[in-house]
């Protein structure tokens, strides 16, 4: 019995021994783990379009085998083999995943228990709301983290807008057109131009800009195309809206960017030792609900995408 056990009213201690029936340590079993990442994934924007995976332990590597190169297949001779200037071989790369600590931690007083006690089932209430509230978090660091952040959860790991910088292209202050999506297709390398899932990932206000310029063109002078193909898409490529792909950037704290591709590679990793513990306050009259997890990101193969920036959001 802890020193402050007896003191707790019956209701709170409903609550804890639910609470302790977690695993020894406090770790989540596999299947609370899946459960708390299939609630952040319904939840998020981002983040159930991206690939989540679970992963045993701090690090891992992700093996992948690139391109042969332009030409694999030659015409051939009979009893003669490919000559030396002909013959390929794959190229092999790995893509490194390492896992920095976060920990979410939620406050309530004694007494709200008190009409909330739920006996065993009190546990996966707690993890299923944070694991709500954890999509927005998890969709901001997917897309907007950065090493050098003074924010703490972005400074854990580049996110996407920093890590696409092969193929870029600049909008130079521009309201989002017809002209800027062909432009950013076009970045595209050809080699990945054809891949599945694309799809362009802007700011609600860009998009909005690229409505006006589609009802403007209609008119009088509305041809079949133009109807035919809505203004949430350009031609037949979605362009889908991100909450937290930002609008205050550039000089004048007024532009957005444009992010092209399959967001499939982008891997989002969890560590399977989740852990979730209570600790009551006596002082404070007040119960803590605190969650450790260890995630980690990265692009699987980050050639194969485009990202536009100087797009403006006014």
Same mark, same amino acid.
């Given at each position: 019995?802890?020193?402050?056990?007896? *003191?707790?009213?019956?209701? %709170?201690?409903?609550?804890?021994?639910?609470?302790?029936? +977690?695993?020894?340590?406090?770790?989540? %079993?596999?299947?609370?783990?899946?459960?708390?990442? %299939?609630?952040?994934?319904?939840?998020?924007?981002?983040?159930? +379009?991206?690939?989540?995976?679970?992963?045993?332990?701090?690090?891992?590597?992700?093996?992948?085998?690139?391109?042969?190169?332009?030409?694999? @297949?030659?015409?051939?001779?009979?009893?003669?083999?490919?000559?030396?200037?002909?013959?390929?071989?794959?190229?092999?790369?790995?893509?490194?995943?390492? #896992?920095?600590?976060?920990?979410?931690?939620?406050?309530? /007083?004694?007494?709200? *228990?008190?009409?909330?006690?739920?006996?065993?089932?009190?546990?996966?209430?707690?993890?299923?709301?944070?694991?709500?509230?954890?999509?927005? =978090? @998890?969709?901001?660091?997917? *897309?907007?983290? =950065? #090493?050098?952040?003074?924010? =703490?959860?972005?400074?854990?790991?580049?996110?996407?807008?920093?890590?696409?910088?092969?193929? #870029?292209?600049?909008?130079?202050?521009?309201?989002?057109?017809?002209?800027?999506?062909?432009?950013?297709? *076009?970045?595209? /390398?050809?080699?990945?131009?054809?891949?599945?899932?694309?799809?362009?990932?802007?700011?609600?206000?860009?998009?909005?800009?690229?409505?006006?310029? @589609?009802?403007?063109?209609?008119?009088?002078?509305?041809?079949?195309?133009? +109807?035919?193909? /809505?203004?949430?898409?350009?031609?037949?490529?979605?362009?889908? %809206?991100?909450?937290?792909?930002?609008?205050?950037?550039?000089?004048?704290?007024?532009?957005?960017?444009?992010?092209?591709?399959?967001?499939?590679?982008?891997?989002?990793?969890?560590?399977?030792?989740?852990?979730?513990?209570?600790?009551?306050?006596?002082?404070?009259?007040? @119960?803590?609900?605190?969650?450790?997890?260890?995630?980690?990101?990265?692009?699987?193969?980050?050639?194969? #995408?485009?990202?536009? =920036?100087?797009?403006?959001?006014?």
């Amino acid at each position: 019995m802890d020193e402050n056990s007896a *003191l707790r009213p019956v209701y %709170v201690q409903k609550a804890d021994m639910a609470t302790a029936q +977690l695993t020894s340590g406090g770790k989540l %079993v596999r299947e609370q783990v899946d459960n708390f990442i %299939v609630v952040a994934i319904k939840e998020g924007k981002m983040l159930k +379009l991206v690939r989540v995976t679970t992963i045993s332990r701090d690090e891992r590597e992700i093996p992948k085998m690139t391109t042969f190169g332009s030409r694999i @297949w030659h015409a051939a001779t009979e009893m003669e083999e490919l000559p030396l200037a002909y013959r390929v071989r794959p190229g092999f790369d790995k893509v490194t995943i390492t #896992t920095a600590e976060m920990q979410a931690q939620v406050n309530f /007083p004694k007494y709200f *228990l008190k009409a909330q006690v739920e006996g065993p089932r009190f546990q996966q209430t707690m993890i299923a709301y944070l694991g709500l509230h954890s999509a927005r =978090d @998890w969709d901001d660091k997917i *897309l907007n983290g =950065d #090493t050098t952040s003074t924010d =703490d959860l972005l400074a854990l790991h580049d996110g996407m807008r920093v890590r696409m910088t092969t193929n #870029t292209f600049a909008a130079g202050t521009a309201a989002l057109s017809a002209s800027i999506l062909d432009t950013t297709e *076009l970045t595209m /390398p050809d080699e990945y131009a054809e891949q599945d899932g694309l799809a362009y990932f802007t700011s609600r206000r860009a998009r909005a800009a690229y409505r006006r310029e @589609w009802q403007a063109r209609i008119g009088n002078n509305a041809d079949a195309n133009i +109807l035919n193909n /809505p203004p949430s898409s350009y031609g037949d490529i979605p362009i889908v %809206v991100i909450p937290m792909i930002p609008t205050t950037l550039g000089v004048g704290a007024n532009e957005t960017v444009v992010l092209y591709l399959n967001p499939k590679q982008f891997v989002y990793a969890v560590e399977e030792d989740v852990e979730l513990e209570t600790e009551y306050s006596k002082k404070a009259r007040m @119960w803590s609900v605190i969650m450790t997890a260890r995630t980690g990101q990265n692009f699987e193969h980050e050639p194969a #995408t485009v990202q536009t =920036d100087g797009v403006l959001s006014t």
